[in-house]
């Protein structure tokens, strides 16, 4: 299978304050999915997930509708070029 790694932005509505980084990596670990995840000044949410096409795929439609609190308004994805060695997924402040 290949590896995909997918940059994404999650505007909101509402996805600061509800738990979204941690549902994210909660998910992502779940799944075996590596990158990062960190909340931006402006009320959004930005991170990198990389995995298995099909995992990577699974995991950004979780995150279109984020946990039960969040409110996605827009959901922008954009390919990047795969981390070699990355082995972890981490939440970044």
């Given at each position: 299978?290949?590896?995909?790694?997918v940059?994404?932005?999650a505007h909101?509505g509402?996805?600061?304050?509800?738990?979204?980084?941690?549902?994210?990596?909660?998910?992502?670990?779940?799944?075996?999915?590596?990158?990062?995840?960190r909340?931006?000044?402006?009320?959004?949410?930005?991170?990198?997930?990389?995995?298995?096409?099909?995992?990577?795929?699974?995991?950004?439609?979780?995150?279109?509708?984020?946990?039960?609190?969040?409110?996605?308004?827009?959901?922008?994805?954009q390919?990047?070029?795969?981390?070699?060695?990355?082995?972890?997924?981490?939440v970044?402040?």
């Amino acid at each position: 299978m290949a590896v995909k790694r997918v940059y994404f932005l999650a505007h909101g509505g509402t996805v600061q304050g509800v738990g979204y980084r941690y549902f994210t990596q909660r998910k992502a670990k779940l799944i075996g999915i590596t990158g990062w995840v960190r909340n931006l000044p402006n009320n959004k949410v930005e991170g990198e997930v990389q995995g298995e096409d099909a995992d990577v795929k699974t995991l950004l439609v979780q995150l279109d509708r984020g946990p039960p609190a969040a409110h996605v308004v827009r959901f922008d994805k954009q390919d990047r070029e795969v981390l070699e060695g990355e082995t972890t997924f981490e939440v970044k402040r």
